[in-house]
């Protein structure tokens, strides 16, 4: 799906879980920070935090060398 035709949060936080699944992991924060854009309520905001707190555990020698 191309995000230029996605309008809503919605839509937006399911790309970015249909992302998440695959792996493919910035693509995922880009949808998840786009549907927060849009909604700040959106259950992205979770989804996100979910995902950084993944990244965090997972590549800790980036952000600690």
């Not at 937006?12 to 695959?22: D, K, M, S, T, V």
């Not at 924060?29 to 786009?34: E, M, V």
């Not at 909604?39 to 950084?52: F, G, H, Q, T």
Request: proline share 5%; glycine share 4%; charged share 25%.
């Amino acid at each position: 799906m191309n995000n230029d035709k996605l309008t809503s949060a919605q839509e937006y936080l399911e790309q970015g879980n249909a992302h998440r699944q695959q792996g493919q992991w910035q693509e995922a924060i880009n949808c998840y920070n786009k549907a927060i854009e849009l909604d700040p309520d959106s259950p992205a905001v979770v989804a996100k935090r979910m995902l950084d707190d993944i990244m965090n555990y997972y590549c800790k020698d980036l952000y600690n060398p």
